[in-house]
């Protein structure tokens, strides 16, 4: 056997096992050391001591190559895994794309604010609307020409779909089912919930079964409000419209009435906002005076459920505007129909 080889091989051993398969052979017990020291009896007692020590020597030569090799093995080892296994931290992590609030949002939460500092409370109303909230009782019967000014996507709602009135009562018996048109339904259920004095603002959806165009779409917000109490004047929906106009434009924010007709306000106006960056006046909504007819139909209502009349002798008055109208205007954006693409190109420029 030759040491220098065996120390070599261990040297260069380059795995674990081939470093186990080297111990075997040497040291082994059939390995060539093991059996070289066994069968050193068979020599005569001088050459016995000369072998028996130079095979101790290169026992422990082998032993310490052996170990020595063995713990390089396990540090390459060691060393591989870890780089395997490395989490580089100065990679860039991944990006999450941040949502933002849609134009409508944004500007329906301004609205909204606007109206929370004058003392106005924020209520919502169902999109599902029975025939007789969306129009009869807002005075606008059957046959009345003012329906037809809001085409309506009617629905044919089946079991177990049912309409819900203001007190949690079923309500399909009281007309049709429609996409509401406007907001003012609220205006009823609200009023056969509660007792006045109150100030509420309702934003929500409507739907109008409209061929769309650059002002007009089948789908739209709006923002209605509705202030009951004793001895309410014209004079307080013009200061708050006014107050709405300054919120929105600054101090140089101003509004403009003009009288039009409406069935559930008397008398009933349009009213425009003064625009200074383009120096000319925009429509925004209608608004009035509640006309006594809705009065009677929620303590009609209220009557028949078991509620007491509280309506009579009260006085309000109610405003509804386009939520898209006011965005298009503010922000020179060219047709309303870009509001519900879902193009982000547009929507983000406004986040
Ligand atoms: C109404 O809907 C009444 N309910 C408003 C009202 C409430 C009057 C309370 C009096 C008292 P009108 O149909 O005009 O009215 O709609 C109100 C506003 O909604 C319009 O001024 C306009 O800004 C917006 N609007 C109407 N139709 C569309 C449409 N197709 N697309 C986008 N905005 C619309």
Redesign the pocket.
């Known amino acids: 056997m030759d040491l220098n080889q065996a120390l070599e091989q261990i040297g260069k051993a380059p795995t674990l096992e081939h470093l186990q398969a080297l111990k075997v052979q040497y040291l082994g017990k059939n390995g060539q050391i093991t059996q070289a020291l066994k069968s050193l009896g068979q020599l005569p007692p001088e050459a016995r001591r000369e072998r028996g020590q130079e095979l101790n020597t290169w026992k422990k030569a082998l032993e310490e190559a052996l170990q020595t090799r063995e713990k390089e093995l396990r540090q390459e080892a060691l060393k591989a895994q870890l780089e395997r296994e490395t989490l580089d931290v100065s990679l860039p992590g991944y990006a999450f794309p941040a949502g933002g609030l849609h134009l409508t949002s944004l500007i329906l939460g301004e609205l909204v604010n606007l109206f929370r500092r004058l003392g106005f409370s924020v209520v919502e109303g169902p999109e599902v609307e029975s025939e007789f909230f969306n129009f009869d009782a807002l005075n606008m019967p059957e046959w009345h020409p003012a329906r037809d000014?809001?085409d309506t996507f009617w629905v044919d709602l089946k079991p177990p779909f049912t309409l819900q009135g203001p007190l949690g009562e079923t309500v399909n018996d009281l007309g049709g089912a429609v996409l509401r048109?406007?907001?003012?339904g609220m205006q009823i259920r609200y009023m056969i919930q509660h007792t006045p004095p109150f100030r509420i603002v309702v934003p929500g959806r409507v739907f109008?079964y409209?061929q769309t165009d650059a002002?007009?779409?089948?789908m739209?917000y709006?923002l209605?409000g509705l202030v009951v109490g004793p001895n309410i004047t014209m004079a307080d929906l013009k200061g708050a419209i006014h107050e709405l106009a300054r919120g929105l434009f600054g101090k140089e924010g101003k509004a403009r009435f003009q009288p039009t007709y409406?069935p559930?306000?008397e008398p009933?106006a349009?009213f425009a906002m003064w625009w200074p960056e383009r120096g000319k006046w925009l429509?925004?909504?209608?608004?009035?005076m509640v006309h006594p007819y809705l009065f009677r139909a929620v303590d009609d209502y209220r009557a028949r459920q078991g509620l007491p009349r509280v309506y009579e002798g009260m006085t309000g008055w109610?405003?509804?505007?386009?939520v898209?109208?006011l965005a298009i205007l503010r922000y020179g954006i060219p047709d309303?129909r870009y509001f519900y693409q879902n193009r982000l190109s547009f929507l983000r420029q406004f986040r």
């Open positions: 000014m809001q048109t406007h907001t003012s109008r409209e002002s007009h779409e089948a739209f709006q209605e409406f559930f306000v009933g349009q429509e925004l909504g209608g608004a009035g109610a405003f509804g505007m386009g898209e109208r309303i």
